[in-house]
């Protein structure tokens, strides 16, 4: 099941893709998102991010330091979708 995307969450999820190398296996902390991001959007980027997992594009991955996202299935077919337009 597909959800419409914002440009910005489209965006955001194109981010994910890049930090993660449009992989599955990878799992990148938020900074690495946020990276690609002017510092006034970069809490933004983050909120979405966690749409995002909500929204099954992304799941959350926890790690004894921090928390961690990496691509679901969904999100990388929509992310490869709006990289091709």
């Not at 992989?23 to 909120?47: E, I, M, S, W, Y």
């Not at 077919?77 to 337009?85: K, M, S």
């Amino acid at each position: 099941m597909s959800f419409a995307l914002t440009e910005f969450q489209r965006a955001v999820l194109i981010a994910l893709a890049d930090a993660c190398q449009y992989t599955l296996n990878a799992h990148v902390p938020v900074q690495a998102v946020q990276r690609g991001f002017p510092t006034h959007l970069r809490g933004d980027a983050k909120d979405v991010l966690k749409k995002l997992a909500r929204k099954r594009y992304c799941i959350k991955h926890p790690t004894r330091g921090s928390m961690t996202f990496q691509l679901s299935q969904l999100g990388l077919d929509e992310a490869r979708r709006a990289t091709r337009t």
